[in-house]
């Protein structure tokens, strides 16, 4: 296979993990600041927030320390079950799913925050348990924000760089993502790859950005 | 309020318009295993300039080679190898007539100081308890041109490839190998001095040459004068001590 297509479905699938890993993460926090009072709530919420704002070595530099061989979470892993995060597709997972987390969190709280709670209390009024209410009323009422917050989780993914190059390092195949394998290749001065790669990056990217507008209020529903 | 905020808008304005960096800049772009003998140097050479400003651009000598090709605004090139430097000088981005030979490095192959596999030569990297071992991108960095070189040479290349954590700079590998995240790593003897409380030299890696850095103007430089003055600082006696220093060999 050619390399712009190995480190392409390597991109793809470190996305396509961030942004599931997101789904569960973002949605289920989200519900909990938007739904529920207590103290410390605004500061969680910035403190979650921070990795949309941090610049990315900074990002890379704490996961670096804590889950690296001598961090106080990677010694533990390595200790205990062997685990290396550092250099490996998991930590390319990791360093994604953080960076991309605000934009599900952010968007998921919103569209929860929106809903008129009339419908969640006449759903209870009519026998539906509190799961129940959640997956068939809260969440469908939801799903518009949540989508486009998860498409843009995804195209964060997919372009992640600076954190990933810090704590995973550039392997081919393993965690060389679309962006490192570009920044690779200018390095190196191979810019016939280069063209490639960007041309992949910039398409994906245009497509996701569509989808979104698409989800965008006032618009046929996809 | 609104009057506070447009004033205190008026300030930031004012601020971003100030000039970056004042004087006749001299902007250098030097191998990243440079980078403590450089700035020591910048400073020296500062003192004599006072009006000029050294701008130092660290990075790996083929980075810094795609960086000229590219029309980066740089007054001096100093790489950690001829072979960039014979690069730069087939694509005519320096002054070929001025171009000179300024310090000798041994390449090694460092371990973090705890490390405990007893790792004396290449063959030595083959073993089991060697998991990772960290290697400057051979395509820019040519710490890792001349590791690899090396490995082909002594027909391991096959055994390795399977270890090998590439780097972006020979300072990104020395880094690797000080968080113990790697088990062994190819860099200069010069770059395994700065961290001795951490990493240690396992052995020197055998080369056909040794490594020697070159360093010559740009063509086409606006402070040539400066540009020549600086090369002559690094090449005379101050530079040479500040480099001996650091632990490079005179070519």
Not at chain 2, 51 to 76: H, I
Not at chain 2, 103 to 126: F, G, Q, Y
Request: aromatic share 6%; hydrophobic share 55%; with cysteine.
């Amino acid at each position: 296979m050619e390399p712009a297509w190995i480190a392409l479905s390597l991109s793809l699938k470190v996305a396509g993990w961030a942004t599931l890993l997101n789904a569960v993460l973002g949605i289920g926090i989200a519900y909990a600041l938007a739904r529920l009072r207590f103290p410390g709530r605004n500061l969680i919420d910035a403190l979650l927030t921070l990795p949309m704002v941090l610049p990315p070595t900074v990002l890379g530099y704490y996961l670096l320390v804590l889950l690296g061989r001598h961090g106080p979470i990677g010694a533990f892993l390595y200790e205990r079950f062997g685990i290396t995060l550092v250099f490996t597709f998991t930590g390319a997972v990791i360093a994604a799913t953080i960076v991309a987390f605000p934009l599900v969190m952010k968007s998921a709280r919103a569209a929860f925050e929106t809903i008129d709670p009339q419908f969640e209390k006449a759903a209870r009024v009519l026998g539906l348990s509190p799961p129940a209410v959640f997956f068939r009323v809260t969440l469908p009422l939801a799903r518009r924000g949540i989508l486009a917050g998860l498409l843009l989780a995804f195209a964060r993914a997919l372009g992640e760089f600076g954190a990933t190059l810090m704590i995973a390092g550039s392997i081919p195949g393993r965690t060389q993502t679309l962006s490192i394998a570009v920044y690779e290749a200018v390095q190196a001065g191979q810019d016939a790859t280069a063209n490639v790669l960007v041309a992949i990056v910039s398409i994906t990217c245009m497509a996701v950005l569509l989808a979104v507008g698409r989800l965008a209020p006032g618009r046929a529903p996809v | 309020m609104f009057r506070r905020l447009a004033l205190a808008s008026l300030a930031c304005l004012v601020a971003m318009a100030a000039p970056i960096a004042r004087g006749a800049g001299l902007t250098v772009s030097a191998a990243a295993s440079l980078q403590n003998a450089f700035r020591e140097i910048a400073i020296a050479w500062e003192a004599r300039h006072a009006r000029d400003r050294v701008l130092l651009n660290f990075a790996a000598s083929g980075t810094l080679l795609q960086q000229l090709d590219k029309g980066a605004p740089v007054d001096v090139f100093a790489s950690a190898d001829r072979e960039t430097m014979d690069r730069a000088q087939a694509k005519k981005l320096i002054d070929a007539a001025a171009r000179r030979d300024f310090a000798r490095n041994v390449l090694v192959v460092a371990v973090p100081t705890a490390s405990s596999p007893a790792i004396t030569s290449l063959a030595d990297l083959r073993q089991d308890a060697v998991r990772r071992v960290a290697i400057g991108d051979p395509r820019s960095v040519p710490a890792g041109r001349h590791a690899q070189a090396a490995l082909d040479a002594a027909g391991l290349h096959d055994a390795i490839a399977p270890k090998r954590i590439v780097a972006q700079s020979v300072r990104q590998v020395l880094d690797y190998v000080a968080r113990g995240e790697v088990d062994a790593g190819f860099v200069y003897a010069t770059d395994a001095a700065i961290l001795q409380d951490r990493v240690r030299v396992a052995f020197d890696v055998p080369l056909d040459e040794p490594v020697r850095y070159s360093i010559a103007p740009v063509k086409g430089t606006a402070n040539a004068a400066g540009a020549r003055s600086f090369i002559d600082f690094v090449t005379g006696a101050q530079g040479r001590e500040i480099l001996a220093r650091h632990g490079f060999a005179q070519p």
